[in-house]
């Protein structure tokens, strides 16, 4: 085993952290609307610590899915900026970026963040899909968490733009907010050894064995779930690990 | 709005039919078929071979490498387009996180084992019956391991928690949740979980307790596929 990773584990086996926070204690949030007003129809940046995320929403006019005419539609995608991690690289998107738009797009999907029905701009004809962008700028550790709560902040900002002779007029946005109906949020939990820790930093995540990242609506109701890691986990690790995502993203939500 | 009685009739704790067939590909240094209703799975695994580039190689330990395709008519709408998705290739990347928790990686340092999985023909299910067959294929080609993987997806019907969900019931209307599980049943551990819709905490662990039921009785379709594998003419 490696030599840093052993000394995560001794550490947290005697209860201490890299940085001396709890187990259960996420790094100082913020989260700040509207970081690109002029360009996008909604953005957002949200810093976790040192790890710093934003998040901008454009809007485009398609036509629906055959089989749901009567629904706008949502895209999520991210990109691990070289500029944020040395470990990234330029090129076609790797596996963790990939994940990780899959799994925020997951929360807010089954979430149901965004009333779709109120996307539709004409039956069959017209709807709008709103493409959700996110982009770590330092990446410090827990880009889920901040990737989640980025996302839906920018989706909370952002306003239709204004149509005019049926073409968007970019730039120009109207007063009406996207139908944002519901806040599921996203916490990964990690074990480290036999510990369960929250917002992980670089070395804790270069450690970790596994994660469950666990979205949750207001009410505590689990709409969507991601294990990660090269390690199993046991059904009382999972319900902790579960009790745990629905306590801290009550706490993350206060953030938004 | 309820749902009681199933689409095919089964009980909420029933399989769909399995079927599981070892060594079906002989070019491959392991191979299995799975089936499970009209979901058929095929993998084959070629190695532990050398690995290049060169500086994908960790002289610690071999690379487990799995790609989980779509064939183009295996759709159950339109022609599923060929090559990789973003779907695909989560699914690729969670089932080597499936696979790997019970292979000993460190016996083929600098290696990789490269893991194929086709779906021939689908109906729900597919990176389960996809794993299924995996690590039936992984132990053909003589890979050690602690155990066997599993993996079934249960999911929630409206307020029914119910086993081997199908295309039909996914697409159920009345609010559903889809939760694909892969785990050792011997060590209890779970390798692979996902979910795509409302569940509250109490449901999750039911429908835990139900997977761990049905990949007991996958488990020992897949061990009887071994056996009759290697077993004298």
């Known amino acids: 085993m490696d030599i840093i990773k052993q000394h995560v584990l001794t550490n947290l086996s005697k209860g201490m952290r890299e940085d001396g926070r709890?187990?259960?204690?996420?790094?100082?949030?913020?989260?700040?609307?509207?970081?690109?007003?002029?360009?996008?129809?909604?953005?957002?940046?949200?810093?976790?610590?040192?790890?710093?995320?934003?998040?901008?929403?454009?809007?485009?006019?398609?036509?629906?899915?055959?089989?749901?005419?009567?629904?706008?539609?949502?895209?999520?995608?991210?990109?691990?900026?070289?500029?944020?991690?040395?470990?990234?690289?330029?090129?076609?998107?790797?596996?963790?970026?990939?994940?990780?738009?899959?799994?925020?797009?997951?929360?807010?999907?089954?979430?149901?963040?965004?009333?779709?029905?109120?996307?539709?701009?004409?039956?069959?004809?017209?709807?709008?899909?709103?493409?959700?962008?996110?982009?770590?700028?330092?990446?410090?550790?827990?880009?889920?968490?901040?990737?989640?709560?980025?996302?839906?902040?920018?989706?909370?900002?952002?306003?239709?733009?204004?149509?005019?002779?049926?073409?968007?007029?970019?730039?120009?946005?109207?007063?009406?907010?996207?139908?944002?109906?519901?806040?599921?949020?996203?916490?990964?939990?990690?074990?480290?050894?036999?510990?369960?820790?929250?917002?992980?930093?670089?070395?804790?995540?270069?450690?970790?064995?596994?994660?469950?990242?666990?979205?949750?609506?207001?009410?505590?109701?689990?709409?969507?779930?991601?294990?990660?890691?090269?390690?199993?986990?046991?059904?009382?690790?999972?319900?902790?690990?579960?009790?745990?995502?629905?306590?801290?993203?009550?706490?993350?939500?206060?953030h938004l | 709005m309820n749902y009681k009685e199933r689409y095919d009739g089964r009980k909420v704790d029933e399989l769909r039919p399995i079927e599981a067939k070892v060594g079906v590909i002989p070019r491959a240094t392991g191979s299995a078929l799975f089936k499970i209703g009209k979901t058929h799975a095929l993998a084959a695994v070629y190695g532990p071979r050398e690995l290049y580039p060169q500086f994908l190689q960790d002289p610690q330990k071999g690379i487990l490498r799995c790609n989980y395709n779509m064939l183009a008519f295996s759709g159950a709408g339109e022609r599923v387009r060929p090559g990789p998705s973003r779907r695909s290739r989560e699914i690729s990347f969670v089932m080597e996180k499936a696979l790997l928790p019970v292979i000993d990686m460190e016996a083929f340092p600098s290696t990789v084992i490269d893991v194929f999985v086709e779906l021939v023909q689908t109906d729900a299910g597919t990176r389960c019956a996809g794993i299924t067959a995996a690590a039936m294929a992984l132990a053909d080609a003589g890979i050690p391991m602690k155990d066997l993987i599993s993996a079934v997806a249960v999911g929630r019907m409206g307020g029914n928690i119910v086993l081997d969900v199908t295309k039909e019931e996914e697409d159920y209307e009345g609010g559903m949740a889809d939760i694909p599980v892969a785990m050792s049943t011997r060590t209890g551990e779970v390798t692979l979980l996902q979910d795509d819709g409302d569940l509250t905490k109490e449901e999750l662990m039911k429908a835990l307790h139900l997977a761990k039921k049905g990949c007991e009785q996958i488990k020992k379709v897949q061990i009887q596929a071994l056996k009759n594998r290697y077993k004298g003419e």
């Open chain 1, 22 to 254: 709890q187990f259960m204690e996420y790094r100082p949030i913020l989260v700040e609307y509207g970081i690109s007003p002029k360009s996008s129809e909604g953005s957002a940046r949200v810093k976790i610590g040192g790890t710093e995320v934003v998040v901008g929403v454009k809007m485009e006019i398609m036509e629906p899915y055959s089989d749901k005419p009567d629904e706008g539609s949502l895209m999520i995608n991210a990109e691990l900026l070289p500029l944020s991690n040395p470990d990234f690289e330029s090129g076609p998107p790797a596996i963790e970026s990939i994940e990780l738009a899959r799994v925020v797009d997951r929360g807010l999907r089954e979430g149901k963040a965004v009333d779709f029905k109120k996307l539709c701009i004409k039956v069959g004809e017209k709807m709008w899909v709103v493409v959700v962008d996110i982009y770590p700028l330092n990446d410090e550790g827990n880009l889920f968490d901040a990737a989640s709560l980025g996302a839906l902040a920018a989706i909370k900002d952002a306003k239709f733009p204004i149509i005019e002779n049926d073409h968007i007029q970019y730039g120009k946005l109207s007063d009406k907010k996207l139908p944002v109906q519901h806040l599921p949020l996203e916490c990964t939990v990690w074990k480290i050894g036999d510990s369960f820790i929250v917002d992980p930093g670089k070395t804790e995540e270069a450690s970790g064995e596994a994660r469950l990242t666990i979205a949750v609506l207001e009410d505590g109701t689990i709409c969507a779930l991601q294990k990660g890691g090269d390690k199993g986990l046991s059904f009382q690790d999972i319900e902790k690990m579960v009790e745990i995502a629905i306590e801290k993203t009550a706490e993350l939500r206060g």
